[in-house]
């Protein structure tokens, strides 16, 4: 059974850096689209970034050039360095692995708190 989990949520100040990782386990890590994705309080889930298994990105038009994906195929994770950070960042930010094989589907991990205030 696929699992994902984060980590690296945390306080931080505004303009301040952080780092989430996402740690996948039980499954063909190469088959997934590893996301990001943040719910703020009162606010729909959405899309930060995404990476396929070829390494191919896609971000959010309000993070582009502050925050950047990645993913590691021999340790099966995958990060979001959040630059420049702003306070309307402030969400738990969740992790997702897609893949259409099998007829599709999608595992999510539990969250990780990122806070951005002084």
């Known amino acids: 059974q696929v699992q994902v989990v984060e980590s690296g949520g945390g306080l931080v100040q505004p303009g301040g850096s952080l780092r989430l990782s996402c740690a996948f386990s039980g499954g063909m890590f190469s088959w997934y689209t590893m996301g990001w994705y943040r719910q703020a309080p009162g606010k729909q889930r959405e899309l930060v970034a995404q990476?396929?298994?070829?390494?191919?990105?896609n971000y959010v038009e309000s993070v582009k050039g502050r925050f950047t994906i990645s993913r590691d195929s021999a340790n099966g994770a995958a990060y979001l360095q959040m630059n420049s950070l702003k306070p309307e960042n402030t969400a738990v930010y969740y992790c997702?692995?897609?893949?259409?094989?099998?007829?599709?589907?999608?595992?999510w991990g539990q969250g990780t708190q990122v806070t951005v205030s002084s």
């Open positions: 997702k692995a897609d893949t259409e094989i099998g007829g599709g589907v999608s595992y």
């Open positions: 990476i396929t298994g070829d390494g191919l990105t």
